[in-house]
């Protein structure tokens, strides 16, 4: 088997082994490089003809955003793309006179409540580049709605994030498979999309790595899982304990994985949990008793 130490490279950590062959107990490392937009529709029959599980994929912008987006299209230097008091958008344009700034509006640009788009005036010379622009954002699927539902799908295949400021994660080896096709499903619906997978071998440093990520991510569940929660109904607070004992359960399974304890996170989180359930059962006694 032959590897080499990923490093020095602006999409990919440092401290772990690219392998050139599956290894039986390794994860891999993956990232993606998005270029431009995909159709909802394609995105749902690809998803659909790799039998994919029943999974939200990503929402459609709503009006205002698609509104917002179509206006800033045709936005300049000196043409700014504003916002209406009422919701609607308007195209300003700017004049410079000597040491004076001067604006008019040129387009005014609403949505109704059926999602139908005016334009004022109507023949403005860039109406028909904003209508456009308008029902493209409607049915496409921009770079920042996709990356943040593959950002939702690393979670859904228990990754976890290897930077603090994501771009790369760790899937481990026991769902590498499954996130492999819903990678393959987004590339065939938009083949300028990549989703890179690289394999990776479970090295000291390697482990290392994996297990400071996932102590970080149980810290910040923790704090989470705390703010607030004084303020909240028994029931949302028993939801907290839910979710507690989900990134427990996510913990005990990167631990059986890698043979090695995660740390501090997943004692303090285990702590929380007990108080938390603590908490839900006086807040469901008091509600009971303020009840009766």
């Not at 088997?1 to 082994?17: F, T």
């Not at 308007?90 to 334009?119: C, F, I, K, M, Q």
């Not at 590339?187 to 400071?212: G, I, Q, S, W």
């Not at 507690?244 to 740390?263: D, F, I, P, S």
Request: without cysteine.
């Amino acid at each position: 088997m032959s590897a080499a130490q990923v490093i020095g490279h602006e999409h990919a950590p440092v401290n772990l082994l690219a392998v050139t062959e599956a290894v039986p107990d390794a994860g891999a490392i993956v990232w993606w490089r998005l270029s431009g937009d995909v159709t909802l529709l394609a995105l749902a029959a690809a998803w659909e003809a790799a039998g994919l599980p029943d999974v939200a994929l990503p929402s459609l912008p709503g009006d205002a955003a698609a509104l917002s987006h179509a206006v800033h299209s045709v936005a300049e230097r000196r043409t700014l793309s504003r916002p209406l008091a009422d919701g609607g958008r308007a195209l300003v344009r700017e004049h410079a006179d000597g040491a004076d700034l001067d604006y008019d509006v040129s387009l005014r640009a609403r949505v109704s409540e059926g999602g139908v788009l005016t334009l004022d005036p109507p023949d403005h010379p860039d109406a028909a580049t904003v209508r456009d622009a308008f029902n493209a954002a409607r049915q496409n699927l921009g770079e920042g709605r996709v990356g943040g539902w593959l950002v939702r799908l690393v979670a859904r295949v228990d990754g976890i994030r290897l930077r603090d400021g994501g771009g790369v994660y760790f899937v481990p080896a026991t769902r590498v498979a499954e996130w492999r096709r819903m990678a393959g499903a987004l590339m065939a619906a938009h083949p300028a999309h990549r989703v890179n997978l690289v394999p990776a071998l479970r090295a000291e440093d390697a482990v290392a790595a994996v297990l400071d990520a996932l102590s970080v991510e149980a810290d910040a569940t923790a704090v989470e899982m705390l703010e607030g929660v004084d303020d909240l109904t028994a029931r949302r607070t028993e939801g907290r304990v839910a979710r507690t004992e989900a990134m427990l359960a996510k913990v005990a399974r990167y631990e059986a994985l890698l043979g090695q304890k995660a740390g501090d996170g997943a004692g303090r989180l285990e702590a929380l949990r007990g108080s938390l359930a603590a908490a839900a059962l006086a807040k469901f006694a008091a509600e009971e008793e303020a009840g009766a």
